[in-house]
C-alpha cells in the first residue's frame, strides 16, 4: 500500500504506532506520548466521525481500527508474535475500550446534559457514576498497550457484560416508555450489541489458536 496511504491512516489511528512495537520490558515505555499526542489526536480526529450519523463510530472502530492493525501488522503476520486475530484484539481493546472509556467519561460530566436529553433521560449522581465507570475501565485497558495475556480477557469481559446490559436497557426504554431519542436507539445501541460481539468472538478464536496450535 502507499507509504502516503499508511501515512494518513496513522494520522487517523494515531494508537497504531504504539501498537505495533510494544516495549514489554520497558513498563509504561512512551506514556507521556501516549497522553499528550496519542488521546488528543484521537479526540479530534473521532469527534470528526461522530458527525456521520450512526456509522461515523462505527466506520472508525471496526474499518480504520482493523485496517491499522492490517498496515502494522499484515505484511509480517506470519513473523510476528502477535498473530493477526490477536493483534486485533489488542489494538480494539486499547482504542474502543480505553480511548472510548475516556472519550464516555468526558459525554458524561463534561456534556452531561446534552448526552442525558439525547439519551431520552433526566441527568442525576447515577450518570456521574457511570461517568467514573468509564473512565476507569477506559484507563484500564489503555494499559493494554503493555500489558497483554489474561489481562485483556478480563477487560473485554467485563465490558461487554456492561454493553450487553446496556443494550437492554436502552430497548427496554424503547420499548415500554417509546423512548426512541438517537442516543437510545441509534448509534450506541448498535455498538452495544455489536462491539462486544466481535470482542468476544475474537478473543475464543484467539484462545482456540493458543489452546490447538
Known amino acids: 500500500m502507499l507509504p502516503a496511504v499508511k501515512g494518513l491512516v496513522d494520522i487517523l489511528v494515531p494508537f497504531g504506532i504504539f501498537l505495533k512495537s510494544p516495549s514489554p520490558l520497558k513498563p509504561y515505555d512512551r506514556w507521556p506520548e501516549v497522553i499528550y499526542r496519542?488521546?488528543?489526536?484521537?479526540f479530534f480526529v473521532y469527534w470528526l466521525f461522530s458527525f456521520i450519523p450512526l456509522v461515523g463510530g462505527l466506520?472508525?472502530?471496526?474499518?480504520?481500527v482493523p485496517l491499522s492493525v492490517y498496515l502494522h501488522h499484515g505484511a509480517r503476520r506470519a513473523q510476528s508474535n502477535l498473530g493477526l486475530k490477536r493483534a486485533v484484539l489488542v489494538y480494539l481493546t486499547v482504542i474502543l475500550i480505553g480511548f472510548g472509556g475516556i472519550w464516555s467519561f468526558v459525554g458524561h460530566t463534561a456534556l452531561a446534559e446534552m448526552v442525558a436529553t439525547q439519551i431520552g433521560w433526566s441527568t442525576s449522581p447515577f450518570q456521574t457514576e457511570l461517568a467514573f465507570y468509564t473512565?476507569?475501565?477506559?484507563?484500564a485497558a489503555l494499559l493494554?498497550?503493555?500489558?497483554?495475556g489474561h489481562f485483556i480477557t478480563a477487560i473485554v469481559l467485563s465490558k461487554s457484560i456492561f454493553w450487553y446490559g446496556a443494550a437492554y436497557t436502552?430497548?427496554?426504554?424503547?420499548?415500554l416508555h417509546a423512548n426512541f431519542e438517537p442516543l437510545n436507539v441509534g448509534a450506541p445501541l448498535i455498538g452495544d450489541l455489536i462491539y462486544p460481539t466481535v470482542l468476544l468472538y475474537l478473543l475464543w478464536q484467539v484462545r482456540h489458536d493458543l489452546d490447538h496450535p
Request: aromatic fraction near 8%; proline fraction near 4%; charged fraction near 10%.
Open 38 to 42: 496519542a488521546i488528543p489526536m484521537s
Open 59 to 64: 466506520i472508525y472502530m471496526l474499518g480504520l
Open 135 to 139: 473512565l476507569g475501565t477506559g484507563v
Open 144 to 148: 493494554a498497550i503493555w500489558i497483554r
Open 170 to 175: 436502552h430497548i427496554r426504554e424503547a420499548v
